[in-house]
């Protein structure tokens, strides 16, 4: 089977119209609040807009020492968003109460599977950028059909992404890849407008902290409709529902 983006896209704009009251409920407690804290806590670098590199390096590391912690948290609350939307459109039927429970019950073997799926993307890109690309492809079903077909594991979810995406790796990587870019240049034009109005009104901390709350919908926006063509790109090429 053939993956057409296009038809992947539009079906993923159904999915956002779809259950979008428990979605944007879901969105708002498990990636709205985690982006906004991860904004809020970005606001403590401080950073010369004339330093070195290797300062900008400096500076970036010593802030997550000093917040590694929060970091950790903000980054598994955001783990666990995704799971509870992949639970939300790939295990239909489920109540609020059994998707916690699912996505708290499989949250570390997600883990591991999102950190062997960056091992993978690492190899890929440090071979050159065009492998990195063509394995992102390759590897962006494993999540999918982790969720939806539990019964296969860790190793068999690893297995099916594979399975799925082939003879489409190129396609789902450019889905993927174009998605991404696009929503993310979105967001950092946001960003920049931002920042620019906080310049202007003189950069109160408060200020910049109600500013960055439109930021923070904007970047959790855009995560769930990238989490959504991924669901669409899944079902697409073959992908089961409730396991089916």
């Known amino acids: 089977m053939t993956l057409s983006l296009r038809t992947a896209l539009a079906d993923a704009v159904i999915l956002w119209r779809t259950d979008r009251d428990l979605m944007v409920r879901i969105a708002g407690v498990f990636v709205l609040l985690p982006m906004l804290a991860i904004g809020l806590l970005a606001t403590t670098i401080a950073i010369d807009p004339a330093a070195q590199p290797e300062q900008i390096r400096a500076a970036v590391s010593a802030f997550y020492s000093a917040n ?22 790939l295990q ?10 699912a996505s708290g019950l499989r949250l570390l073997p997600w883990v591991l599977l999102v950190m062997a799926n960056g091992a993978i993307l690492q190899l890929g890109f440090a071979l050159f950028i065009v492998p990195g690309v063509y394995i992102f492809g390759r590897t962006w079903l494993m ?7 539990p019964t296969r594991g860790l190793f ?7 399975r799925l995406s082939a003879g489409n790796g190129w396609r789902v990587a450019v889905l993927a890849f174009g998605t991404g870019v696009v929503l ?3 967001v950092l034009v946001l ?8 310049a202007a009104l003189g950069g109160h901390p408060l200020v910049h902290a109600v500013l960055l709350v439109p930021v923070a919908a904007a970047g959790a926006a ?3 409709f990238f989490t959504l063509v991924r669901i669409a790109a899944y079902r697409r090429l073959g992908g089961s529902i409730n396991g089916m």
């Open 222 to 224: 855009a995560f769930v």
């Open 68 to 89: 590694l912690i929060a970091v950790v948290a903000i980054s598994l609350t955001l783990e666990f968003g995704t799971l509870m939307l992949l639970n939300l459109y």
């Open 184 to 186: 993310a240049a979105a």
């Open 156 to 162: 068999g979810a690893i297995e099916r992404g594979f």
């Open 143 to 149: 999540g999918p059909a982790y969720v939806a077909e």
């Open 191 to 198: 960003l920049i407008l931002v920042q620019g109005i906080v």
């Open 92 to 101: 239909r039927g489920r109540s609020v109460g059994e998707m916690l429970r």
